[in-house]
């Protein structure tokens, strides 16, 4: 059987001699206990990594803590013209990185393509932004004087990602961040070490090329108790942190607690309500996709379909048909349309949602279970499934990160699907089907969808890089990416200038000596 190019591709992206744990990765002080990556595809070993021990992330900080003076210095278009490289890199190297992203998380490789363009879109936007850190000026009430607003570095910058985008999160932060002023320290996710110090190599070589601190870009290896380092230590301004709820509760709540800024990205419970004249042309691809894409493991993935009665029948049938055709299998192969999820715990995890989901009244429409035999060894390859369900089920409320989309009915008009879509502790994404304007600007207007991300026509998965990027609720409030997301990355500055001869008090107060 062919490796689809993964040997190669490990050795382009330097990751390949890793195996016996020794080397790490540039810029990477880590020496720790060594964790193992093992592909969801076929089961196999792919590499060795160092864990990031106390003592070794205390380097890490010394080393971007000193780069972090040296960033700030250089001009925000020079430093633009550092990610301008750093995308030209990534260019280069799509093929390689999305390979091994498709073979270490076990996305399609056409989705570990579209992750590798995500960071090159990122780095493209970061340059332009890289001239528009703009203030403001603000009229000031007393006479010769004026305010201003600026914006400055931040400094050290903390990105926690999650596995399923186990390098587009990284770019979509610090690629912002470098243009900023702020050098970064990231804690990849543990289940996909080996794409994080791909990563790592192309901006060291980069940063090396322009004879810059390599502190600029650092990273740190290993689970929670490495990340909580960052959380804890005062000299980490802003946590940027990507994954579940569960994860972000905690990090939230103890950055708080030393008065650090944090950025959530927390977990969906996203939903598509299908109206009575929405097409079906539109729809069934894009609740598909949405569910079944990335085997169910996006934050944006589709979980719920909140379709009206008079056109149920219809719609259920369409989507059930529609799995029927989905092809199941090695992700590197383009010919699938899902591969694996992340591990067997996660494996475990989808099929006691299915039971639960059952135990609470719920129908199997489409069943599930896990595939064996040829092709499937590494047992964590399992069969989308469609649940007819009531929103109000302990499961339905739930993100459960694999393929089960739960389908339930609305009836009268779209405000009863509203309340349903709106009814669950996340915020992340939503999306409505219809040809009806009133009801498409009703579902965005205050009174609509309570999400971060809200779409017409469209499902709820994936996102362009051009506008903010996040959720509320328990999807934990945060904005990355495109818009004015940049702004968390910097703090702001108000400043009043006088430049007359007399010393006049804001609000007319008189304070004569
Ligand atoms: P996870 O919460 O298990 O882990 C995410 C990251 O947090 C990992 O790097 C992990 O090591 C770290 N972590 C966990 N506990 C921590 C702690 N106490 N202190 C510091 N770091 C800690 O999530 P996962 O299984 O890797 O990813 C799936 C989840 O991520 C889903 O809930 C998904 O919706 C969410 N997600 C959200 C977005 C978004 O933009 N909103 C994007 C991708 C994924």
Known sequence: ATDFGI??????????????????????????????????????????????????????????????????????????EIVRQFGNKLRELKEPLGKLVSYEMGKSLQEGYGEVQEMIDICDFAVGLSRQLNGQTIPSERPGHVMREQWHPIGVVGII????????????????????????????????????????????????????????????????????????????????????????????????????????????????????????????????????????????????????????????????????????????????????VIDKDSVKTYLAAIEKAKAEGGKVLVEGGVLEGEGFESGCYIKPAIIEAENHFKIVQQETFAPILYIMKYSGSVENAIDQQNGVAQGLSSAIMTNELKEAEKFLSYAGSDCGIANVNIGTSGAEIGGAFGGEKETGGGRESGSDAWKVYMRRQTNTINYSDELPLAQGIKFDL
């Open 161 to 340: 990602s999650a596995f399923n985008f186990p390098v587009a999160v990284w770019a979509w932060n610090t690629a912002l961040a470098w243009v900023c002023g702020d050098v970064c320290v990231w804690k990849g996710s543990e289940k996909t070490p080996l794409c994080s110090i791909a990563c790592q190599n192309i901006i060291a070589g980069v940063l090396k090329d322009n004879d810059l601190p390599e502190g600029i870009s650092c990273i740190i290896n290993g689970d929670y108790k490495v990340g909580e380092f960052m959380t804890k230590d005062p000299k980490i301004a802003l946590v940027s942190a990507t994954g579940s709820t569960r994860m972000g509760r905690i990090v939230g709540t103890t950055v708080a607690e030393r008065f650090g800024k944090s950025l959530l990205e927390l977990g969906g419970n996203n939903a598509i309500i299908i109206t009575p004249t929405a097409d079906l042309k539109v729809v069934v691809p894009g609740a598909v996709f949405g569910a079944v894409g990335t085997a169910g493991q996006r934050c944006t993935s589709t979980r719920r379909l909140i379709i009206h009665e008079s056109v149920y029948d219809k719609v259920r049938d369409a989507i059930v048909g529609a799995y029927g055709q989905i092809k199941i299998g090695n992700p590197l192969d383009e010919n699938n349309h899902v591969g694996p």
């Open 7 to 80: 040997e190669k591709a490990l050795k382009e992206l330097g990751v390949k001699d890793i195996n016996d744990g020794t080397s790490t990765g540039s810029n990477n002080f880590s020496n720790g206990e060594v964790i193992e990556s093992y592909s969801p595809v076929d089961g196999k070993l792919i590499g060795k990594v160092k864990t990031t021990s106390k003592e070794d992330y205390e380097k890490v900080m010394e080393a971007s803590t000193s780069a972090f003076k040296a960033w700030r210095d250089i001009p925000a278009p020079q430093r633009g």
